[in-house]
């Protein structure tokens, strides 16, 4: 009888200290203080004197997502993960921001490795990264396969993908299954494709063990069994780990136990950690105590069809461009809740951290339904592989009510613009950010040479504190 901990965390998004947490009680959000790595790195530094067999792997969205991040493409964070004692890591999608050469020179800091099966390289069709590892532990040797975002290349800016090929990797997994059976005890899927994705990839691939899945920022307290397979995620933003202790009898797993840790203040911190946490906050002084703005909501993103989050940035969109009929925002998961008070400069670079540039952009009623058709889709879609979105696209100055689980391009049932009914050939002129937002129509856009923090600090200026509005705009029926 053998014993195995592994520990998932997944879409940590820069969140590097303590930090608030949302939770719903009683079907109302609360805050929490959770998180931060100085708390991971010592309860993973006590789990290993303790366990003989620790294996510690993180699913992704690593490097991006709050201002230190972004501002060093990542490299800031690097001394700390050298320290952070992990085995391996699949990148996620964000982790692709900073190019192909960025995203080598990371990994390549790195004393674990960075695991993929699903991303190419085009000419060569040659692996970028290693398929797959196998880990030795007493009396153990573990396959773990990486697997990440299959749809880099489709939903997120070209720089990301630009070098690179993505695939579904159903193929590329069932290879690597083949070439493990046998010679390992365990094999696990370490997949920053999203639960969905996950789910349905465990019924068409068999021999998995265990999925650790990231992506969708799911809380998942019990694990999800799919074919033999165990499937569990995280949350997000450093708030949890997952716990999965295995009891391991003549190569097989006999039973387990999961937990779904919550990292909260009780949690002793690793002193060395918070000193190189600090010590990358440290040039951010300025952005921490500058007070942009105030709220007077807890401004979140984790409801699925709006949040008070990207109403204030919607909302500030079309304040700066009055001539607009209405905004739009990605729909993001990512994002440490504001607690009702003041937000400073550092809280808009987790709130937008891609600050991207605004535009406008003019599209037909009929090509605004299409697109918003297909943004359910993919957020909807009954085919977990067609499921490529994060949230409903985010909106000021429109009112839907829509079928979630109607036929692909049949689903919205109203649409108003302004209070009035969609006029399927007007003209209507909406302002948004950035090149994720309409990807497809990125010819018709006019940049203004302006930025997203920028504007959501212009409205919080002149418009004082923000409330968010609790009247629905965006109704499932």
């Known amino acids: 009888m053998t014993k195995l901990t592994i520990i998932q965390q997944n ?3 820069g969140s590097l200290d303590l930090h608030d947490e949302l939770f719903w009680n009683d079907n109302q959000p609360e805050l929490r203080k959770t998180g931060g790595l100085p708390r991971i790195a010592k309860y993973i530094k006590d789990l290993r004197s303790q366990k003989g067999n620790v294996l510690f792997l993180d699913g992704g969205d690593l490097f991006h997502g709050s201002l230190p991040l972004v501002a060093s493409k990542g490299d800031a964070l690097v001394p700390a993960l050298q320290k952070m004692e992990l085995d391996g890591w699949v990148p996620g999608n964000w982790d692709f921001a900073y190019g192909k050469e960025q995203l080598s020179s990371l990994a390549n800091a790195l004393p674990f490795p960075a695991l993929s099966c699903n991303v190419k390289e085009p000419d060569s069709n040659q692996s970028f990264l290693k398929p797959y590892m196998i880990k030795e532990m007493n009396g153990l040797k573990l396959g773990v396969i990486g697997l990440t975002y299959p749809y880099v290349d489709e939903t997120m800016p070209e720089s ?3 070098g690179l090929s993505f695939s579904k990797g159903v193929e590329e997994t069932l290879r ?3 070439e493990l059976k046998g010679n390992v005890d365990l094999i696990v899927l370490l997949s920053h494709m999203g639960l969905p994705l996950d789910v349905e990839l465990a019924t068409l691939v068999e021999g998995i063990d265990i999925i650790l899945s990231g992506h969708s920022h799911d809380r998942i307290e019990k694990p999800i069994t799919v074919n033999g397979a165990l499937v569990v995620q995280a949350g997000s933003s450093a708030s949890f780990l997952g716990k999965l202790e295995i009891t391991m009898e003549g190569g097989k797993m006999a039973n387990y136990q999961y937990e779904l840790v919550e990292i909260d203040e009780s949690f002793p911190v690793d002193e060395e950690m918070e000193g190189m946490i600090a010590n990358i906050l440290e040039p951010y002084r300025k952005e921490r105590t500058t007070v942009a703005g105030r709220t007077e909501s807890i401004l979140h993103r984790m409801t699925l069809n709006e ?5 204030l940035i919607t909302d500030a969109y079309l304040h700066a461009f009055a001539d607009c009929d209405l905004a739009f925002s990605h729909g993001w998961r990512y994002g440490t809740p504001v607690k009702p008070g003041e937000i400073t400069e550092y809280d808009l670079h987790t709130i937008i951290p891609t600050n991207p540039g605004m535009f406008t952009l003019e599209l037909s009623g009929e090509q605004l ?4 058709e297909k943004n359910l889709e993919m957020v909807f879609s009954r ?3 067609k499921q490529k979105g994060g949230y409903i696209l985010r909106s000021s100055g429109m009112f839907m009510a829509f079928k979630p689980y109607n036929p692909e391009g049949n689903r919205i049932q109203k649409l108003l613009v302004g209070g009035k009914e969609i006029d399927l050939n007007r003209k209507y002129k909406i302002a948004g950010g950035g090149k994720q937002l309409f990807k ?6 006019t940049y203004h040479g302006v930025h997203a923090i920028d504007v959501i600090k ?4 002149e418009k004082g504190t923000f409330k968010a509005n609790r009247e629905p705009k965006i109704l499932s029926i």
């Open 11 to 13: 879409d940590t998004h």
């Open 160 to 162: 990301f993908s630009r």
């Open 176 to 178: 690597c299954v083949e």
């Open 307 to 311: 949040a008070p989050m990207d109403q």
């Open 369 to 372: 339904i299409n697109a918003l």
């Open 383 to 385: 085919d977990p592989f």
């Open 440 to 445: 497809g129509a990125e010819a018709g856009k």
């Open 458 to 461: 212009q409205f919080l200026n």
